[in-house]
């Protein structure tokens, strides 16, 4: 049976659905000698699936669903990248198999990470279309406004683009401080602290406590567990209570207006009224033309 190749990549523990389409947008995969591009089926039974030169198989293994409390000071990676010799979130986790995270946090902030080999799930929890929501505690530097809040509930502009509206809630707040719990839909690189620094308030503690239906609970920094059938249900429902949906767009926001698309055939749409092209019981055009006669 053909699969688009990205989740049969995916199958075969080279990361998330996400990362198989990049590898495969930089010319990295081939299917029988031909270079792939997104979109493209295989059958794993019959076609040959080549990635960086290797051949791949989809594994048929269990699927690992594990929570993880990231502790500061840990990266959100499955390789140090600079080989610093820093601690990644899958050294903490010794399962056999390919797991990888869903969902960074920044090397100083802590919390709950998923990690799977389950790539379509990965895929589908972590794309900004689907907007599940994550929730976070945070502390900022000082007494932040009324002013501040509503700036950042409403969005803030990141890399020319503007934030999807969260839901802040003040949880405590005194002269030197600010407590904070954070919804969002989505998750830019390092978001909650850049957005924080343009206000003035910077972030000093960042806590993820949850993903979607999944909660860190009592969990200690460094620690995991495997989730329960429950948890991976709600997580697998979410999922698909998208769908078929069309992606998240903000509270208040309209649909792009038609009004200005021109139209393909190249022929104008509109006539004139039908009043106008009869005078004196010849049309406009017949008169037209016997004046020039």
Partial sequence: MEERIQKLMAQAGLGSRR????????????????????????????????????????????AIYV??????????????????????????????????????????????????????????????????EKTYKVIVEGRISNEALEKWREGMYLDGRKTIPAQITVIQQDVSFTRLEIVMREGRKRQIRRVANMLGFPVTQLVREKIGPLTLGNLKPGDWRHLTD?????????????????????PGSKPPSRAGKKPTSGKPTTRPPSNSRKKGGRTAGKRGSKSKR
């Fill in 19 to 62: 990362d198989c389409e990049k590898l495969i947008a930089d010319g990295r995969v081939s299917v029988n000698g031909r270079r792939a591009t997104l979109g493209d089926k295989a059958d794993p039974a019959t076609d040959t699936i080549v990635v960086n030169g290797r051949t791949i198989k989809p594994l048929q293994t269990e």
């Fill in 67 to 132: 929570a993880l409390h990231k502790p500061k000071g840990v990266i959100s990676s499955l390789d140090d990248e600079l080989e610093e010799g820093r601690t990644t979130v899958r050294d903490l986790v010794p399962l056999p198999g390919h797991l990888y995270p869903v969902g960074r946090l920044d090397k100083q902030s802590t919390g709950l990470i998923l990690m799977t080999n389950d790539g379509d799930l990965a895929h589908k929890l972590t794309h900004p279309r689907y907007g599940h």
């Fill in 230 to 250: 429950k948890e991976v249900a709600a997580l697998k429902a979410i999922v698909a209570s998208v769908k078929g949906k069309r992606p998240y767009r903000k």
